[in-house]
C-alpha cells in the first residue's frame, strides 16, 4: 500500500511541475513562485486555464491522483505523497 | 546581456492585480482560501504540499497555512516561527476580501491603482523573491 501512496504521490507531483512550467510561461514569474509556495494555487489555475493551455488530460490526472491520495491518507491511514 | 531586460520587466510585471483583476476569480479563490485555513486549523489537511510529501523537503511555502492560522487566534510567536511571511499574507487575504466587497466600479479602480503602483514599484515580485530568500535560508538554518 505505501508503493501505491508513493506512486500516487510522484504522479501528483510531476502534474504539478507540467501545471507549474505552464504557469511560469504564461503568468509571469511572480505568479509562478506563488504557484511553488501554493500548489493549491497552480491546481486552480490549472482548470481555469485547461481550455486554453490544453491541459485538462493533465488536470484531470492531478485531480484522480490527488483524490486517490486523500483517501489512502485519511480513510486508510496511508500517508500519500 | 539579455538577462537585465528580462530581469526588469519581471520585476515591473503587475502580478497582484492580474490576479485580482476578476472579481468572480477573487471570490472563487476566498472560498478555496477558508476551507483550506479551515480544514488545517482542525487538523484536516485538505491539500498535503506535494514537493515536501514527496520529497521530503520543505517548499518556500510549507507552514504557511499553519502560521496564518495561528495569527488569527492571536498566537503571533507561533505564527512567525513557522513561517516568517504570514502576516503579509493575511494582510493580502483581508485586502482581497475587502475588495471584493466593493462596488464594481470602485473596484476597478483600485485595481487599476494597484496595477500602477506595481508597475511602478514592483512590491509582490520583491516580495515573492524575498520569499525564495527567506526558504533558502530556512533550508540552512535548522532554527527555522
Not at chain 2, 78 to 93: N, R, S
Not at chain 2, 111 to 138: D, P, S
Request: with cysteine.
Amino acid at each position: 500500500m505505501q508503493i501505491i501512496a508513493y506512486l500516487v504521490g510522484i504522479g501528483a507531483l510531476v502534474c504539478f511541475i507540467l501545471v507549474l512550467i505552464k504557469l511560469f510561461k504564461k503568468a509571469g514569474v511572480g505568479l509562478g513562485i506563488l504557484g511553488i509556495i501554493c500548489a493549491l494555487y497552480t491546481f486552480i489555475w490549472g482548470w481555469i486555464n485547461h481550455k486554453k493551455e490544453k491541459i485538462t488530460n493533465i488536470m484531470l490526472i492531478w485531480t484522480i491522483l490527488t483524490i486517490i491520495a486523500l483517501i489512502l491518507n485519511y480513510a486508510v491511514g496511508v500517508k500519500p505523497y | 546581456m539579455t538577462i537585465f531586460p528580462w530581469l526588469e520587466k519581471q520585476w515591473r510585471y503587475p502580478t497582484f492585480s492580474s490576479l485580482i483583476k476578476h472579481r468572480k476569480v477573487v471570490l472563487f479563490l476566498l472560498v478555496i482560501i477558508v476551507i483550506h485555513l479551515f480544514s488545517t486549523g482542525i487538523g484536516f489537511g485538505l491539500w498535503p504540499c506535494p514537493i515536501k510529501t514527496t520529497l521530503g523537503f520543505k517548499c518556500p511555502g510549507c507552514g504557511l497555512s499553519q502560521a496564518i492560522v495561528h495569527l488569527l487566534h492571536g498566537r503571533w510567536d507561533l505564527a512567525i516561527k513557522e513561517h516568517l511571511f504570514a502576516p503579509l499574507f493575511v494582510l493580502g487575504f483581508f485586502m482581497m476580501a475587502g475588495m471584493a466587497l466593493l462596488p464594481v466600479q470602485l473596484y476597478q479602480k483600485v485595481t487599476l491603482r494597484i496595477e500602477l503602483l506595481e508597475k511602478k514599484t514592483g512590491f509582490f515580485n520583491i516580495m515573492m523573491a524575498a520569499l525564495v530568500v527567506y526558504w533558502i535560508v530556512r533550508m540552512f538554518v535548522k532554527a527555522w
